[in-house]
């Protein structure tokens, strides 16, 4: 195991420190998953095309600068039950082609101003379903993107892929158009678990396009999994964690399922009767997922992720130079992050873009020429110290004192010492979440389960105190 990952990686915190029932409801408070800051729910809907344009101006008078390109793609062939995404379903590929058509349109909008060729690190393909694409409108993707930016050999190509309908011969081809990273949705391996959410995937078929993926040479291979899903126990979630190990993927996610029928109706489908019962029903799942994944060699990387020991997220880890971004854990951050497609979120300029989640609205404002913006925000120097902290402790499992202390913004302001925040975090300390070093914080084996609770105290867009989570309705502040 590398040291530095070993530590946040503990199974169990020393005698005196337990992990009990009530410790894990006393930190169970709903939190945000800090893929941005400030949360999404704070951006204003007063943010529009002209705010866009003015910060895509901003970056493209800094030349230099690097991007990061996301790019959502709506599309599934069926709704599985258990969803939270922003998906379509469709059995047309005329439905895909229009919208390619309008993320044209909207590449060119953003290139018009950002200019053309800009050097991309990286680039993502989320959804929905990106594999729904068939290999044409894939190659017509592809091809818009690198005639709009510089994606070069050494641009990371990662994109996610539904097994159901992939195929081994899709699979070649994704490493022929020069992806590097894949990442299959699995949920769990139990065959009622599965018909409880709606996704019935044999092992057998995840197992052949997991291989497939080996065999077409994807240097990095990783499977995503969902905890506190119906009839998911103890003995059930063990046989998928050994099922995945066997695999031996490069990274693994780990989320936590969130049953919300009255926010989407999809849900209701959800055979609910074998949900966890309580909160420390669900964290123990986690726990059980932890203990296993790290004892067999894998780091655990910030909340829920996971990555082998050989990975690059664990050596990065082990320095200390982990960064948070809107698409995961990243060794390397740019400085933007150039969005595209319906309910898509970048960072452009010192400035948080939401586009439209609504398909056609989303289109129509393509079609008049406009970009389509429902929110956004332009970070303040207090936003970018704050940021800085929470993504550093989320990451690397420490926090320096520096990054608390009173220092000059970027605009030249000088912003206050957290003096509120560091008194949290003492009490933080004096609880075991955390160990005082001479120039930081660092996070103990006890505090590495709560560590969103710990990103929360230097949040100033939440409540000074949350409410708790209300009995039956387990939130587990770490990964909900």
Not at 55 to 65: E, G, N, P, V
Not at 203 to 230: C, H, M, Q, W
Not at 350 to 356: P, R, V
């Amino acid at each position: 195991m590398i040291q530095a990952a070993r530590s946040p990686g503990v199974r169990r915190p020393p005698p005196g420190q337990a992990l009990t029932p009530e410790r894990v409801e006393h930190y169970n408070r709903s939190g945000p998953r800090y893929t941005s800051y400030p949360p999404i729910p704070f951006w204003s809907e007063s943010f529009d095309e002209k705010d866009y344009r003015a910060a895509l101006r901003r970056a493209a008078a800094a030349s230099d600068d690097p991007v990061a390109l996301y790019v959502h793609l709506p599309f599934c062939a069926e709704r599985c039950a258990y969803c939270g995404c922003n998906a379509t379903v469709t059995n047309r590929s005329s439905v895909v082609d229009a919208y390619l058509d309008r993320v044209e349109l909207e590449i060119a909008a953003v290139i018009q101003t950002l200019g053309r060729g800009r050097k991309a690190l990286e680039l993502h393909l989320g959804g929905g379903t990106p594999n729904f694409l068939t290999e044409p409108q894939m190659e017509r993707l592809l091809r818009l993107l690198e005639d709009a930016f510089d994606l070069g050999a050494e641009a990371e190509r990662s994109l996610e892929i539904d097994p159901r309908i992939a195929t081994p011969e899709q699979v070649r081809f994704l490493r022929g158009l020069g992806f590097t990273r894949i990442s299959l949705g699995v949920q769990d391996m139990d065959p009622r678990v599965q018909e409880a959410i709606g996704r019935i995937q044999p092992e057998a078929l995840t197992r052949k396009i997991f291989l497939a993926a080996r065999e077409a040479g994807f240097p990095s291979v990783n499977l995503d999994l969902v905890y506190g899903l119906p009839y998911q126990t103890p003995e059930v979630f063990q046989r998928t964690l050994d099922s995945v190990m066997e695999l031996k993927p490069d990274r693994l996610s780990c989320f936590s399922y969130a049953h919300l029928p009255h926010l989407r109706a999809n849900q209701k489908q959800v055979d609910a009767r074998g949900l966890p019962a309580t909160a420390w029903d669900k964290f123990s799942l986690f726990q059980q997922a932890v203990d296993a994944l790290t004892e067999a060699g894998w780091s655990w990387i910030g909340m829920d992720h996971f990555a082998l020991e050989t990975d690059e997220l664990s050596r990065a880890l082990e320095e200390r130079r982990l960064h948070r971004n809107f698409m995961g854990y990243v060794e390397r951050a740019a400085p933007h992050l150039v969005a595209f497609g319906c309910s898509a979120i970048g960072e452009v300029g010192g400035a948080q873009i939401q586009s439209d989640p609504k398909l056609g609205s989303w289109q129509r404002a393509l079609d008049a020429g406009t970009l389509p913006v429902v929110r956004g925000h332009v970070l303040t120097d207090e936003d970018l110290r704050r940021r800085d902290a929470i993504h550093h402790l989320l990451s690397n499992l420490e926090l320096p004192h520096r990054l608390l202390e009173a220092r000059e913004g970027a605009s030249g302001r000088q912003l206050p010492a957290l003096v509120r925040e560091r008194e949290a975090l003492e009490a933080h300390a004096d609880d075991g979440l955390l160990r005082r070093l001479e120039d930081r914080y660092e996070v103990t084996p006890l505090g590495r389960w709560f560590l969103r609770n710990l990103c929360m105290e230097l949040d100033a867009y939440l409540p000074v105190s949350l409410p708790t989570a209300q009995s039956g309705a387990p939130r587990f502040s770490m990964t909900v």
